[in-house]
């Protein structure tokens, strides 16, 4: 039957190895070490690359997002008074409350019609089919069954 070895053995054997194992694994660390921080310091400067991209093609474009913007206020603006003058044209016909009603209930009707436009002519997603089975390789039968 064999001994496990004492606390005395493993603590020696340790020792000894450790005069081997540990200049090893401390040039180990400190190689990890610079590995790491030559990839930090990549990993920064590419995202400081496209920082400094992205603040100078905003600044570029800020201008023109200002102008849409302001034409798209504006538009609703006028929308707004359109559909103001509709209901009171409309008010000279019916009563006010029901020209409310028709051009509210027009304007949601032909907003509908932009949205299912709009989702006719979207994009269909790639759909995978699963493959088709090879015409050449029949059914196979177990050489043991019946």
């Known amino acids: ?9 493993t ?3 340790g020792r000894f190895f450790d005069r081997f194992t540990e200049p090893i694994a401390g040039m180990a660390r400190d190689k990890i070490g610079q590995v790491e921080d030559k990839v930090r310091a990549s990993v920064q400067a590419e995202i400081d690359v496209v ?3 992205v603040r100078a093609k ?5 201008p ?12 609703v603006l006028g929308a707004a008074l359109l559909l103001g003058g509709a209901v009171v044209g409309l008010a000279h016909v019916v009563w006010l409350w029901l020209s ?23 994009p269909q997603p790639a759909r995978l089919a699963p493959p088709a089975p090879d015409p050449v390789i029949e059914e196979q039968v177990h050489p043991w069954a019946d």
């Open 64 to 75: 023109s997002a200002l102008a849409f913007a302001a034409a798209a206020l504006l538009t």
């Open 11 to 13: 603590t020696r054997s």
């Open 51 to 53: 920082s400094r991209a």
């Open 100 to 122: 409310f009603i028709l051009v509210g209930v027009a304007v949601i009707l032909l907003a509908a019609a932009f949205a299912a436009w709009g989702r006719s002519h979207l």
């Open 58 to 62: 905003a600044v570029e474009v800020r």
């Open 1 to 9: 039957m064999s001994e496990s070895p004492g606390p005395e053995r």
